[in-house]
């Protein structure tokens, strides 16, 4: 029969209470106070790559509640908006841009296979490719605040280059009411 001496008592029982210990650490860690729902700003699912509009009033962010897809977020009404047309069945989205209060979205999504960037505008609810025959590999678009300008990076030379695609002088501008144009009232 083997004496069981206080030593060994401590060796048998000292894993036992640092598992418990940290387990208690772990459950008081948690983040139960914070709402997590499918209506909620946060899930239980994967969240990334968060873009603020210029405004401060709308976020974008990379979510696989439903695939990975492009969801937007509106801070002042902490609820998500509605944006028919933005993702596509059986696509990826990744790394949105937003324009200075959230009309326009700017995004990386996949066509035959490729990347491309893509824009969305909120007020015709479509979705269009920038960049459909571009030749090479394109990641991180940029809109600017009014979103006339999508900067990205490319790959079209070896290395990765930074690329800027004027949209035109006859888009229409995202600008907040009243707000002047180019010096103009």
Not at 37 to 46: E, W
Not at 59 to 83: H, K, M, P
Not at 168 to 175: A, K, S, V
């Amino acid at each position: 029969m083997k004496k069981i001496t206080p030593s060994f008592w401590l060796q048998r029982q000292i894993p036992w209470g640092l598992s418990f210990t940290l387990a208690s650490l772990l459950v008081s860690c948690s983040y139960s106070d914070i709402p997590i729902g499918p209506t909620s700003l946060n899930s239980r699912y994967t969240e990334q790559q968060p873009a603020l509009s210029g405004n401060g009033r709308f976020l974008a962010f990379v979510s696989n509640r439903n695939g990975s897809q492009v969801l937007l977020y509106d801070l002042e009404q902490q609820q998500f908006i509605a944006t028919p047309g933005l993702n596509r069945p059986e696509t990826i989205a990744e790394s949105p841009s937003l324009s200075y209060t959230g009309r326009y979205i700017a995004y990386i999504t996949s066509d035959q296979g490729r990347p491309v960037v893509a824009l969305y505008d909120r007020a015709t609810q479509q979705s269009q490719i920038l960049t459909p025959i571009y030749p090479a590999w394109v990641r991180n678009p940029n809109i600017s605040p009014n979103g006339r300008y999508v900067v990205f990076e490319t790959a079209s030379r070896g290395q990765w280059d930074i690329e800027l695609l004027d949209r035109g002088p006859n888009i229409e501008l995202d600008i907040a009411n009243g707000a002047a144009v180019d010096g103009l009232p």
